[in-house]
């Protein structure tokens, strides 16, 4: 599973508003639960018990908030951006502006694993935030994720 063929335009969220955690999970659930034909707040109490584990932050602005879902027939990635930076628990105490959202059906744990990764792989470049803060639009930040992608090898 290639992290390109799951960041579709109509998964991105650019300028949301959130002002804490709980608040941008809420945010991100209420546009791809439906997408994903799941329950918002099943979304949200599954993606805030995985933030209890420990924060999902990476570093640089972003975080990739995961879970597995049952009911859920295929991994479903979400990313979305924030107009202003949220309190997000980081180990580098930066707040975060991007969220990399992954629902994962249970029975599919590689996969899992596997989009983790990628995504982990992509963020590598500094570059790819500052291109994604500037991101006119859904179609240029999938644009950018697929360039970050194909310069990593993915």
Do not use: Y
Request: hydrophobic share 50%.
């Amino acid at each position: 599973m290639k992290i390109q063929q799951l960041v579709r335009a109509e998964n991105v969220f650019l300028d949301l508003e959130a002002q804490e955690l709980r608040q941008a999970l809420d945010e991100v659930a209420q546009r791809i639960a439906p997408i994903a034909g799941l329950d918002t707040g099943i979304v949200v109490n599954e993606l805030l018990a995985r933030e209890k584990l420990g924060s999902t932050s990476v570093g640089e602005g972003f975080a990739i908030p995961h879970c597995k879902i049952d009911d859920l027939k295929e991994i479903v990635v979400s990313l979305a951006r924030f107009r202003e930076p949220v309190e997000f628990a980081a180990a580098d105490e930066q707040n975060v502006r991007f969220l990399f959202v992954v629902l994962s059906p249970p029975d599919q744990p590689a996969a899992h694993l596997q989009v983790l990764s990628q995504i982990a792989r992509v963020l590598k470049g500094s570059k790819l935030r500052v291109d994604l803060l500037e991101a006119a639009d859904a179609h240029e930040a999938v644009g950018l994720l697929e360039g970050a992608a194909d310069a990593e090898g993915l």
